[in-house]
């Protein structure tokens, strides 16, 4: 029986953007809320693992815990799980955190420490409630790394199933539900067509759909390197390499033009080696999970101009 | 205390003055291999440890923390878990290679390694069995990441006290912060002095809370529920019977970190991101005062693709593509005339023009990004971009003999 068809990446409205150290987690991430922003939406990206890099992909001054708009309609924040703490004290649970900061700071990293998940459940929790209560279309998340990414979404589970009672079991139920949701929520796992970033993609759909209530909404494959030849065209290419078409070339060029042909070959296995792993990914992964395609860019560059070719790119494969 | 070794590396009248690749694994004993994420960094420490053992007398252990499949295969390491295991003479064999020393290889279980920890530590059997029991315990060890980085390095001192290796290569655990395993054993250590964890234990012992602590204990207790709150206290006043020996080992596997006998690389790619984090890595290394051996560049495009002369070239192709294939196309379909078409044969030269004009940009931003590196490690290794996976000893050797050079 044929699964429901998943909901539209931008229908949803919280998307956890995770892949492997390298892959672009943070290009795409900011990318897909660029394309949403475009797309007339009012849209929140938030930096939750980060260095401080988001705002170098909107060319903005740095981001902090409260959002500013980088771009319009698209708001950016960075996660600060003791900003979070204070902030839920005193909306959720009306407990003001009056005077020095000190003593909450270090009560704070006590607890953290102490008992594991509450950094997890401050980060999602704070996302969570960004969802419901204000208003945003979507709220996209520049998520902890692939090794990281199920602690943070099964933090509520996990909290559940030590906290019995007390307010914070009360506000993990309701977090649990929208994450369950698939017409909500969803995860986006970014990789490359390499070797680990596959198997890693591979291993995280697995663990993602054992250990967590999120869905996988899609993967995007990035860094797809161009095809440069069909297989007649290969066949002409191998003959110019050889000795008499590179001598005539040569002449022609009035030039070295061997270099030229080795950087095309070099090409030409790069992504060979490439296809068998996006071979095993299409194998490995299972099919109502659609794959995006991003093209390699020859910039690398990050800054703005690349977050837009990006988001156009991630535009066409969602068939905008 | 053992012999400590030269700063510079052994030198003779032979041997060129300037430290490399070799005089550095020839003469520490614990290299740690670090940086971003997805820049070969198990690679990097799996080819240096085979290098060693190839080119050295010497008994090296590389242990790893999450290799791909297919290197973990090469060292036969699939299945092994956690215990130190030779790599066997046949696959030496089988990749044509006779080493003069030996190569042993371990991968990093986190929660069986913290199991031994307590088995190690615990006072006595009925504690031991109640930590392990604990569900915060295996919470701990095995659900959250930041256990990881204290336990490699942990793992680590263990493996250095046991005096069976001559060269122990580490991978580290990717982090959040690649920071995180430098400060893992003085956070362990801090956390289990701290006088917040006494504060937290003392009223669930004598159910006596003073003023200053009963905000604090209002806040958990309404937050995290009583249950939950006295489950942590059962948990630490478990775990205080082990403090004095955590703390104790914590700063010496500090100690050991910046013994001058352990050097740390620093693995990268010439991408921006990456390489940004690793020199700030580098400099933190430098104001800790731990020895910042060398610096491995991976994946950097050939140097081909710099040249101007090629640009030309590159640019004439597909300026003149439709004249060059009139010209080219007898001498291509001199073999198969089916290959003797013009218009594909200009279509190729763009084709190939295109891709060298492509990869000429990453490849000069890449030469760029090294020429700004601003830290100076005793070696900068660059290795080029591999056009096909490793997945034997060979191809692992391969790369070793590029960061040797």
């Not at chain 2, 990456?274 to 580098?282: I, K, N, V």
Request: aromatic share 6%; with cysteine.
């Amino acid at each position: 029986m044929p699964a429901d068809p998943l909901t539209p990446l931008l229908d949803r409205k919280l998307v956890f953007v995770t892949g492997k150290g390298g892959t672009g987690k943070t290009t795409v991430a900011s990318a897909l809320a660029l394309l949403a922003s475009s797309r007339g939406k009012r849209v929140l990206i938030c930096e939750v693992d980060g260095k401080g890099e988001l705002a170098g992909y909107y060319e903005a001054p740095p981001t902090a815990f409260k959002e500013k708009e980088v771009q319009p309609g698209l708001f950016a924040m960075t996660m600060d799980t003791e900003a979070s703490l204070r902030e839920y004290l005193k909306l959720q649970l009306r407990i003001p955190i009056v005077g020095r900061i000190g003593p909450v700071a270090k009560a704070f990293d006590f607890l953290a420490a102490a008992a594991p998940g509450v950094r997890e459940i401050l980060t999602v929790g704070k996302l969570c409630f960004e969802v419901r209560d204000n208003g945003w279309d979507m709220v996209v998340v520049d998520a902890p790394a692939t090794g990281h990414i199920v602690g943070q979404l099964a933090a509520p589970q996990a909290v559940n199933g030590l906290v019995k009672v007390g307010l914070i079991r009360t506000q993990t139920d309701w977090m649990l539900e929208m994450l369950s949701d698939p017409a909500t929520t969803g995860l986006l796992a970014v990789c490359t067509p390499e070797e680990m970033p596959v198997t890693e993609t591979m291993e995280l759909a697995v663990r993602v759909r054992s250990e967590t209530t999120v869905q996988l909404a899609g993967v995007v494959v990035n860094r797809v390197l161009p095809e440069l030849f069909g297989r007649q065209e290969e066949a002409v290419f191998d003959a110019l390499t050889g000795p008499g078409p590179l001598a005539v070339l040569d002449g022609l060029v009035d030039g070295d033009a061997a270099p030229v042909l080795e950087a095309a070959r070099l090409a030409v296995t790069m992504r060979r080696t490439r296809a068998t792993h996006l071979e095993r990914l299409r194998a490995g992964i299972d099919p109502s999970v659609p794959l995006l395609y991003l093209p390699y860019l020859f910039t690398r560059a990050h800054g703005l101009r690349t977050t837009r070719q990006v988001a156009e790119s991630l535009g066409e494969e969602l068939g905008y | 205390m053992a012999v400590r070794s030269p700063r510079k590396g052994p030198t003779d009248a032979d041997a060129p003055a300037a430290p490399t690749m070799d005089s550095l694994l020839a003469t520490k004993e614990i290299v740690v291999a670090c940086g971003p994420g997805g820049v070969g960094k198990t690679t990097t420490a799996a080819a240096s440890a085979l290098m060693a053992a190839v080119n050295h007398g010497s008994k090296v252990l590389v242990l790893t923390v999450d290799p791909a499949k297919r290197l973990a295969n090469a060292l036969g390491l699939d299945g092994i878990g956690n215990a130190e295991h030779r790599v066997p003479a046949s696959a030496f064999a089988a990749a044509g290679l006779k080493p003069r020393g030996e190569l042993w290889a371990a991968m990093l279980d986190t929660k069986e390694s913290w199991d031994s920890l307590i088995r190690h530590h615990a006072p006595d059997s009925q504690t031991r069995d109640e930590i392990l029991a604990n569900p915060l315990y295996q919470n701990i060890s095995g659900r959250f990441i930041q256990s990881h980085d204290y336990i490699a390095m942990e793992r680590l001192y263990e493996i250095h006290l046991s005096a069976e290796y001559d060269l122990i290569v580490v991978d580290t655990p990717p982090t959040r912060n690649a920071l995180d395993f430098l400060d893992a054993p003085d956070r362990m250590a801090d956390f289990f002095s701290s006088r917040l964890l006494r504060w937290l234990i003392v009223p669930y012992r004598s159910k006596l809370v003073n003023v200053a602590t009963r905000p604090f204990y209002q806040i958990s207790d309404r937050i995290l529920g009583t249950e939950f709150m006295s489950d942590i206290a059962e948990f630490f006043i478990l775990f205080q019977t082990m403090y004095d020996g955590f703390v104790e080992r914590s700063k010496a596997v500090g100690r050991l970190l910046s013994d001058r006998r352990t050097t740390f690389v620093v693995v990268s790619t010439l991408e921006a991101t990456p390489l940004r984090e690793a020199e700030f890595f580098a400099e933190q290394l430098t104001a800790r005062k731990l020895h910042l051996g060398a610096i491995v560049l991976n994946k950097v495009l050939p140097d081909y693709l710099q040249g101007r002369a090629g640009t030309k070239v590159a640019e004439a192709m597909k300026d003149r593509a439709e004249d060059l294939a009139a010209e080219l196309a007898p001498v291509v379909g001199a073999g198969a005339p089916a290959l003797g078409d013009p218009e594909q044969i200009a279509r190729v030269l763009t084709e190939v023009a295109d891709s060298y004009l492509n990869f000429q940009v990453v490849a000069l931003r890449e030469m760029e990004e090294r020429a700004t590196l601003a830290v100076a490690p005793d070696v900068l290794a660059t290795v080029p971009f591999f056009d096909t996976d490793i997945y034997d000893l060979s191809g692992l050797l391969r790369l070793g003999e590029q960061i040797w050079a």
